[in-house]
């Protein structure tokens, strides 16, 4: 069967069964080609450069998979860019088959098969009938846990730093120049263009000899107007936005998941790097660590002065870091995170309208999901401005399957004794633009 009549099949093919059994049949022909163009799609790390591709419209004599690998190179090492990609895309998509391109170069180009399959369905199918040739790399970086949960780890030397109230940015650095930016699952980020060229600027200055990652975060005027700016389909550049740097480490380590030196080394590598590199700028900065001891009562004093500061400034919290621990793309206790309020993250499954002077207005959204290993199901009903009520009310159908993220004071059980709930649970923020997506 031709690769875009599987993409057309795997589309139509509801039961997440049917398309397993539809990649595995792939997987034992050794459809080598299908493969590598599923690998392009979701290999987060595989970037090409171009936000719009066009629609095929006619059918050319054919395009040979050897011909597209080829462009897809090119675009990936940036050897084509801007005026004179655009003309190849097109040269090519004139000579391909009409559906061909469409469902199945064009969807690769666009990082989007749009068939109800993901790196993590092809990757399960993969690595259970030991065809791991096929598995594609999934996008992890370092996450921390919640100290509440780990109150017996919050000993000992540690490194202390204000936690930002923003978008993680999780920025790959290559010898030619190339720049990508990447949320923490692996969504690309186009919005950031003058920080790439700033970063692409002094790579070309001062070349790198291997890929290097700078891990940070982005922070802009406030946080709803930052997740604005950074859905996938909107260009619109976010100029104020200023990335700030806690971490550094070799591309290769961050592909294999782990960099096994120190996060005291790697910080002493960042301030050389930065210093190198940088020294003074608007638009990258470093953010400032604190190194107490927790096991005196010197360092547990600076600790609450620390804490209590970070509060009044504004700050998100604080995270509470191991010198001595590596780098592991996982969540990991030896970076803890410490909030003045507790917050989670669940999905929205239904709505309920207002009464009173909310009537015809979002009342409240009812959301469930699991959040640090504990399943939740609750009404969340503050927090909403009367805009937003009347907004949300128009879009709710559309805002079911979308994650929320929510504020509270503390963690309860539920009235049914099963589930968990939030004690004064509030709106604070969409924290992605697709059903089920996080940034």
Not at 225 to 233: A, D, G, N, P, T
Not at 424 to 431: E, I, N, Q, S, V
Request: aromatic fraction near 10%; glycine fraction near 6%; proline fraction near 2%.
């Amino acid at each position: 069967m031709e690769n875009f009549k599987l993409i057309k099949l795997l589309e139509i093919t509801n039961s997440r069964l049917s398309k397993e059994e539809i990649l595995l049949a792939q997987m034992k022909n050794n459809n080598d080609i299908f493969f590598s163009g599923m690998k392009l799609a979701y290999d987060k790390l595989l970037t090409f450069g171009v936000k719009k591709i066009p629609e095929s419209n006619s059918d050319g004599e054919g395009l040979s998979w050897e011909e597209f690998d080829l462009l897809s190179k090119k675009l990936i090492s940036r050897k084509l860019t801007g005026h004179a990609a655009r003309d190849e895309i097109i040269r090519l998509m004139k000579k391909s088959n009409s559906d061909e391109w469409n469902f199945f170069y064009k969807r690769i180009l666009q990082k989007d098969m749009r068939c109800g399959v993901s790196e993590k369905t092809i990757n399960n199918v993969a690595k259970k009938n030991n065809f791991l040739d096929y598995t594609i790399p999934v996008f992890a970086c370092q996450l921390a846990q919640d100290s509440d949960s780990h109150k017996k780890k919050l000993t000992g030397k540690k490194f202390i730093e204000v936690k930002l109230d923003g978008v993680r940015v999780i920025s790959i650095l290559y010898p030619n120049g190339k720049v990508d930016l990447f949320s923490r699952n692996g969504k690309e980020l186009v919005n950031f263009n003058h920080i790439q060229e700033e970063i692409s600027t002094i790579i070309k200055k001062n070349p790198i000899e291997s890929a290097l990652v700078l891990d940070g975060e982005v922070v802009s005027k406030n946080f709803q107007e930052l997740m604005k700016q950074i859905h996938r389909k909107n260009t619109v550049q976010n100029l104020d936005a200023v990335l700030y740097l806690f971490d550094i480490l070799p591309f290769e380590n961050f592909k294999t998941g782990i960099y096994k030196k120190s996060y005291y080394k790697r910080t002493v590598e960042l301030k050389a790097w930065f210093d190198k590199n940088i020294k003074i700028s608007e638009k990258i900065k470093i953010i400032e660590k604190k190194y107490i001891n927790l096991d005196t009562d010197e360092g547990e004093s600076a600790f609450k002065i620390f804490n209590k500061q970070s509060i009044v400034n504004g700050y998100e919290g604080i995270m509470i870091k191991d010198p001595q621990s590596f780098y592991e793309c996982k969540r990991s206790t030896t970076w803890l995170k410490l909030k003045p309020v507790i917050e989670v993250s669940l999905e929205v499954i239904n709505f309920e309208e207002g009464a009173g002077r909310n009537s015809g207005k979002l009342g409240a959204f009812i959301a469930e999901g699991f959040d640090e290993g504990k399943f939740f199901r609750l009404n969340i009903g503050s927090g909403f401005t009367d805009e937003q009520r009347e907004i949300f009310w128009k879009e709710r159908n559309n805002l079911v399957g979308r994650i929320i993220e929510i504020k509270a004071d503390s963690i309860s059980k539920s009235q049914d004794g099963e589930n968990w709930s939030l004690r004064f649970p509030r709106f604070k923020c969409f924290r992605g633009f697709d059903k089920k997506e996080k940034l």
